[in-house]
């Protein structure tokens, strides 16, 4: 089944903002796909359940949200798993208020979807569909009507536009703030010395005996002859893979880069004072004997800004959209009157 959608990343504190901005359709000329059917809510879908500045919100789109938030309704027999429901239901409620006072915020600024990016929109999701005529089954069929899913959709754009210029333009950072940020916070993007390690481990249990540990060192000791003539990554790592006795052997023994401080300090020791392609000596740890590989090292290294700057820029225009949405939506839930019923 084929569904065409209108994609809108709002994001509130971390959230996405999915309301009616998020509006399958599903084309008609695709096999239908047998999905069972929603139960019926506890409430009828017209039910009033909210009034945000007189305007009534409905059983029937909080149910509507709440399949947005959880994307396994349908194949949860068309219910949100009593587990959740609590919360899904509550996180659902807060959008849709939120989504109406966004919306009737863009209504007093008077603003319109510019004509062009309307029929763009438009355009792109008629293409999905074979014809014209497809189109405007898949629309009444969910939505009543062409003009009633025309008419969410529009509402859905408006309340993106809303939040792009109250929220989303408002989160730019420039390279000034970027570099400061660098300099008041260069310990972070010190990166310490590592070593690209390979393993092969010959186990003991926590309570070995005496004699059991030393049956697992003539094992290890066997081993360090074959690890010590392995001179490539493949030739160790198919070892790690026929002797090793954890969980890394399916991994070829490869634990990738390994950073000091990352490990205990009876491998560090060993492990920091070898040189690229050295296998070690049998190391003695609390679960077992391991046999080690420096495939490669890293000196420690200051991360230059050059380097972080993309980074820090989403962390910190992440902060900014954060911070920008919630004094957006304190200000709105402070102007208006919402009513829960």
């Given at each position: 089944m084929k569904k065409i959608f209108l994609i809108t990343?709002?994001?509130?504190?971390g959230l996405p903002l999915r309301l009616l901005a998020q509006m399958p359709l599903e084309s008609s000329h695709q096999?239908?796909?047998s999905v069972p059917a929603p139960e019926a809510s506890?409430?009828?879908?017209?039910?009033?359940?909210a009034r945000v500045n007189g305007v009534a919100l409905t059983e029937g789109q909080l149910d509507q949200e709440m399949q947005r938030l959880f994307p396994y309704y349908s194949i949860h027999g068309g219910r949100v798993p009593p587990s959740a429901e609590g919360d899904i239901r509550q996180k659902a409620m807060h959008q849709l208020v939120l989504h109406e006072l966004i919306y009737q915020e863009a209504r007093r600024r008077n603003l319109q979807v510019p004509p062009l990016k309307w029929q763009k929109h438009l355009q792109q999701i008629r293409q999905g569909f074979p014809s014209r005529q497809a189109y405007e089954a898949a629309a009444t069929k969910q939505?009543?009507?062409?003009?009633?899913y025309e008419s969410t959709l529009r509402r859905a754009m408006l309340v993106e536009q809303l939040w792009d210029a109250e929220v989303t333009r408002k989160a730019v950072v420039t390279e000034q703030a970027e570099r400061a940020y660098y300099q008041s916070h260069k310990e972070q993007y010190l990166r310490p010395e590592a070593v690209w390690l390979q393993t092969i481990?010959?186990?003991?249990?926590?309570?070995a005996t005496a004699e059991q540990k030393q049956e697992a060192r003539k094992i290890a000791e066997q081993a360090l002859v074959k690890a010590k003539a392995a001179k490539t990554y493949d030739a160790f790592g198919s070892l790690a893979e026929q002797l090793s006795q954890d969980d890394w052997r399916v991994m070829m023994g490869d634990?990738?880069?390994v950073h000091r401080?990352?490990?205990?300090?009876?491998l560090e020791q060993a492990l920091f004072t070898m040189k690229k392609g050295e296998t070690s000596a049998v190391v003695e740890t609390s679960t077992g004997y391991l046999i080690l590989r420096a495939n490669d090292y890293q000196p420690k290294r200051q991360m230059p800004f050059a380097e972080m700057a993309k980074s820090i820029r989403q962390r910190l225009q992440t902060e900014q959209r954060d911070?920008?949405?919630?004094?957006?939506?304190?200000?709105?839930r402070t102007k208006g009157k919402i009513e829960m019923l």
């Open positions: 990343a709002i994001f509130l504190v096999p239908a796909i506890a409430k009828p879908p017209l039910t009033e359940i939505y009543g009507s062409v003009a009633a481990t010959i186990a003991f249990p926590a309570t634990h990738g880069w401080g990352a490990v205990t300090p009876d911070k920008r949405a919630k004094e957006f939506e304190q200000l709105l």
